[in-house]
């Protein structure tokens, strides 16, 4: 029997088995990919990615056990030393590590490598949950709240400058974790918003309107923001007057362009559109002068910071990305075609998918990956695999696993009783969550190849490490909620 204080008897049980299952069907689904017709060898054969994955997952098993055996006040206690080493290592990372398909991300030493971007992962979690778990914290005052934006971008902005934008992004789920602790929504809602513009101007500015002058982009751009204006005037302050205005006024001056556009002269629609949206800044001003309601100089700054990344959109796509991340994004918005080239990972998993079926062609008789024509399929294209070899039934198997597991997560964080556990949780969540959604998202081509390996499937020492941590925290503090104190 085992004691009520102890580990053993309150780990939640379900959370490891589902870990454990993720663990080996990734194990087995390494060596489908990874399967060499002309050199068959076996799952425990180091010489082939199934053996080494092997020992990845051998070590991963003890280090979750040592995490076990912790005291859990241990990761409270040490969170910001683990931050200061996680970055210490990032920025060594920098100077050091070779360059390994067009990034500096990896330290090699000897046969083993590691991507310090992966343990970042774990340590800004538990930053911020330390952070905000402190006595008298306000997500709302800014001495609280400016600190949480530095702990993200710090290792962000670190792993940019390692060429690893896909790595980079995953931090941004952390606000995930900011909203639900009490972040006001509208910072997703302008985060949101830009993401659209970007989208839009970046498809649309080449667009022409007919018989006129301008483009779609800017014009469907500045539409988005005002209809933003609308939807948080209306909905969120529930002041349905002002909105009504505001959207009459809009198609009023409009309706007015288009006919002097028809009828006398032609107009350049980019300049009329941006007029407009810029027009309603004074407009949202003097209602807050008159209300004296502060919410009021929200959509105002929203407005104007809009219109100014408009205008810089271009710039960020060209400047920032690289060239070959430039081009995965112009083949998934439709912007180019080249099934040969930037677009060839993608459209060959789509094949292999699709050839799958309902059941599969089953364990090893894939053909298009035993032929080698997914790249990275043991690695970043791992689900396509198993789409192959057990068709549609084991992706959705899979899928479910996966949100099981996030489930019980959330149902975890929930049943917290110290702040500290809670934040973590749904920091684990949040990571678990943007991982799975675009890894299999890039996959199926509905979102840009940025390269980060599905958790616990995909090949790689770093990315189980770092999961098998994240988890195995979790597990430990939760145990904790029934130990002797």
């Known amino acids: 029997m085992f004691k009520r204080d102890s580990v053993t008897y309150s780990i939640d049980w379900l959370v490891l088995l589902l870990y454990f299952t993720l663990v080996i069907m990734g194990w087995f689904n390494i060596y489908g990919a990874s399967y060499d017709l002309d050199h068959e060898g076996s799952m425990f054969n180091f010489d082939f990615r199934a053996g080494k994955q092997f020992i990845w997952i051998i070590t991963a098993f003890v280090i979750g056990g040592v995490i076990l ?10 969170a910001y030393y683990i931050y200061a080493l996680t970055i210490l290592l990032l920025i060594i990372t920098i100077f050091i590590a070779p360059e390994i398909k067009g990034s500096r991300s990896w330290l090699v030493m000897g046969p083993i490598s590691i991507q310090p971007a992966e343990l970042a992962k774990v340590s800004t979690a538990l930053v911020l949950a330390k952070w905000m778990s402190r006595y008298n914290f306000k997500m709302k005052s800014p001495r609280d709240f400016i600190p949480l934006i530095f702990f993200i971008l710090l290792p962000f902005g670190l ?6 934008i896909g790595s980079a992004l995953v931090f941004s789920t952390f606000l995930l974790v900011l909203y639900r602790e009490g972040m006001r929504g509208e910072i997703l809602l302008m985060l949101s918003l830009f993401i659209v513009l970007f989208i839009l101007v970046l498809k649309y500015s080449a667009s022409p309107i007919a018989n006129a002058e301008g483009t779609w982009g800017m014009v469907l751009a500045m539409g988005i923001v005002l209809i933003s204006q609308f939807v948080y005037t209306y909905f969120f302050t529930r002041h349905k007057k002002e909105a009504w205005i505001l959207a009459g006024s809009v198609t009023a001056l409009s309706l007015i362009f288009i006919v002097l556009n028809k009828w006398f002269f032609t107009v350049n629609f980019d300049y009329v559109a941006i007029a407009i949206t810029a027009a309603t800044t004074p407009y949202w001003l003097v209602v807050e002068l008159i209300k004296r309601y502060k ?5 105002a700054f929203m407005t ?12 960020i796509f060209n400047r920032v990305l690289e060239p070959h991340q430039q081009i995965r994004i112009k083949i998934l918005l439709n912007m180019e075609e080249d099934l040969m080239g930037a677009g060839y990972n ?6 292999a998918i699709g050839s799958g079926g309902f059941w599969g062609k089953g364990f090893l008789n894939g053909t298009q990956t035993k032929l080698k024509y997914v790249p990275e399929q043991d690695t970043d294209f791992i689900f396509c695999t198993i789409g192959e070899e057990h068709g549609f039934v084991g992706s959705v198997f899979v899928l479910i696993l996966y949100w099981l597991l996030l489930m019980r997560i959330l149902a975890i964080a929930e049943r917290q009783k110290e702040a500290f556990h809670r934040i973590y949780a749904y920091g684990v969540a949040s990571l678990l969550f943007f991982h799975v959604m675009i890894n299999v998202g890039m996959v199926l081509g509905v979102m840009p190849v940025i390269g980060i390996p599905l958790p616990f499937l995909s090949y790689g020492g770093s990315s189980l490490w770092s999961f098998t941590i994240l988890l195995f925290i979790l597990l430990r503090l939760d145990a904790s909620r029934l130990e002797r104190r």
């Open 69 to 78: 055996l912790l005291d859990y006040r241990f990761f409270n206690y040490f």
């Open 159 to 164: 792993i940019v400058l390692q060429r690893e």
């Open 295 to 299: 919410k009021y100089l929200f959509p």
């Open 304 to 315: 104007l910071v809009a219109i100014g990344f408009c205008f810089t959109s271009d710039q």
């Open 346 to 351: 993608v459209n060959q998993s789509k094949i």
